[in-house]
């Protein structure tokens, strides 16, 4: 990865105010059983860069801060959201690697809303892990690869300069 620019952080600070504006104008379904968080679409530009883990996770901890369960969505959910992203940059940033985000936020989600809201626990990973799937692989994948396949969108996204 080559040094952070101005550049850099400008596209950071895009990322993290779409994630933040996907998550409030979604809100209803954002936050709780079903889980189903637009804006982890998102996770996609992680397959171009490293980089725009930070946006993710920037985006993701300011959205928490609006979750009805701050105070357990901000650490656990952030953290599910980095960790997600470490391992898909640990594994060479694959399409497939998407599959980290499924599985780290269904059970480190599945298990606040179990822990919190006392909701069954297999029913919370499921749900969590069906609308995490759906977003990342169902919605996310078609636009990773419109994303790749547009010349002037992947040169912004991908750490090259």
Known sequence: MKKFTLRDLTLQSIIAAIYVVLSLVFKEISFGIVNFRISEILVVLIL????????VTIGCLISNLFSPMAAFDVPIGTSATLVAGLLMILFRRKAWTLIFATIINAFAVGWMLWFAQDFPFWESVGFVALGEFVVTFVFGLPIYFFLKNSLELKEILEDKK
């Open 48 to 55: 171009f860069s490293p980089k725009h883990l930070i946006g």
